[in-house]
């Protein structure tokens, strides 16, 4: 069955340190997202990436960094930079642009990182 | 800009109760689109169902029912019966204009009991 696969479900880290979150789908879906979700807040858009080797900076990319290399995989790097970097993470996909009609996100099952 | 307010935080019911949660939206734009979703325990979320500006066509899904009033800029989402599998958050998002992203609303975690 298609959908996305995100690991690892959960993943500790200690300050100072880089850490990648992976997210692959076999959708055949051009574009990819990722989401951070905080207690209380809903879910905030970090990066997204319409085509390969193409990406663009959501709402609140400071601290991350991503890369879109194939179509199936959008791996997002957490860097020392990101200051409250605990959250849950969560990866989705849709076959074209938001913007270029009604896609519906499909959605990973999310990683949960927690800095120690 | 576009906003999403769900203004329950949580909302407890008895099984087979009837629950609606609220979902208010501003937008300028003429064009957009309102969508559910439904986040279980497990985390990943789940489309529930997609409506546009220009469809104020109330929707039902077997429990699921969807009241859209442009007038008072609302989407809710009722649950008829509610079941314990229904415990989850649910979030209201919007996606207005050329906009390339959701704004998600901040969710209502459902807890139904027996």
């Known amino acids: 069955d298609g959908g996305i696969t995100q690991s690892p479900k959960y993943l500790f880290r200690k300050e100072g340190q880089n850490v990648t979150l992976s997210c692959e789908q076999n959708?055949?879906?051009?574009?990819m997202y990722w989401y951070r979700q905080d207690p209380g807040q809903g879910l905030r858009l970090i990066y997204y990436?319409?085509?390969?080797?193409?990406?663009q900076k959501g709402d609140i990319a400071e601290g991350y960094s991503v890369s879109r290399e194939k179509k199936e995989s959008f791996p997002l790097t957490v860097t020392s930079a990101q200051k409250n970097p605990t959250a849950f993470y969560l990866c989705?996909?849709?076959?074209?642009?938001?913007?270029?009609?009604?896609?519906?996100?499909?959605f990973g099952a999310g990683s949960r990182l927690t800095v120690l | 800009a576009q906003k999403v307010t769900q203004a329950q935080t949580e909302i407890s019911v008895v099984e087979k109760e009837d629950v609606t949660l609220d979902c208010v939206y501003e937008t300028r734009d003429t064009t957009y689109y309102l969508f559910w979703y439904k986040q279980p325990p497990s985390g990943e979320l789940v489309f529930l169902i997609r409506?546009?500006?220009?469809?104020?066509q109330n929707e039902i899904s077997g429990r699921y029912s969807w009241n859209f009033q442009k007038s008072t800029s609302s989407f809710n989402f009722t649950i008829t019966a509610s079941q314990v599998v229904d415990s989850a958050v649910y979030f209201c998002?919007?996606?207005?204009?050329?906009?390339?992203?959701?704004?998600f609303g901040t969710g209502t975690r459902l807890q139904v009991t027996l």
């Open positions: 959708l055949n879906h051009d574009a």
């Open positions: 989705a996909s849709t076959p074209g642009l938001l913007s270029s009609g009604a896609n519906v996100l499909t």
């Open positions: 990436s319409q085509i390969v080797n193409d990406f």
């Open positions: 998002a919007l996606r207005a204009g050329t906009a390339s992203k959701l704004t």
């Open positions: 409506r546009n500006s220009f469809d104020e």
